[in-house]
């Protein structure tokens, strides 16, 4: 079921749907939204598409959406509001915090480890035992061999000529 309106009417929601799930890519946004809704008394599920593959021993927080395709290893822990998206790989022993997006095709490598708010775009390659910073973006495509700070974006973006 899908309910439309505005924020000002999730209380009286709350009530009669008992559950939701905020599906919004930004993660500010998506961020603002769980902490909205947790507060108001909503269960916040997580959701994992029955195509995708999660291991023993995964650890996935409330508000998690684990995609069609996507496979998740053992012992990794997903923070809530995350998405692993179509797709995505995510290796054995990685740690994915709160609110950040793994974009489909891409893969998080043995022991990586991403910070809350980040982006791993399409088709990106985060190489074993890297840390990725908190609201840092890996561009799609990238490969990161080396950690990246908080706030930082790395990558191969296209350009036009000139």
């Known amino acids: 079921m899908v309910i439309t309106g505005c924020d000002d009417d999730l209380l009286m929601l709350v009530s009669d749907v008992g559950a939701a799930f905020v599906g ?28 995708a593959i999660v291991a023993h021993r995964v650890d996935i927080a409330p508000g998690v959406l ?6 998740i290893n053992t012992r990794s822990t997903i923070g ?6 179509t797709g995505a790989v995510v290796e054995h022993h990685v740690t994915v915090e709160s609110f950040a997006h793994i974009a489909p ?10 910070g809350r708010g980040a982006l ?29 700070a908080p706030h930082t974006v790395v990558g191969l973006p296209a350009r036009s000529p000139k």
Do not use: H, K, Q
Request: aromatic share 2%.
């Open 24 to 51: 919004i890519g930004e993660s500010t946004i998506r961020e603002r939204l769980t902490s909205t809704l947790s507060a108001l008394g909503f269960d916040l599920p997580a959701i994992v598409a029955p195509s």
């Open 66 to 71: 684990v995609a069609p395709g996507a496979i």
């Open 80 to 85: 809530t509001g995350t998405i692993i998206n």
């Open 105 to 114: 095709n891409s893969t998080l490598c043995g022991n990586v480890s991403v």
């Open 120 to 148: 791993v775009g399409a088709g990106a390659v985060v190489l074993p035992g890297v840390r990725v910073g908190s609201n840092a973006i890996v561009a799609a495509g990238a490969a990161a061999p080396r950690d990246i």
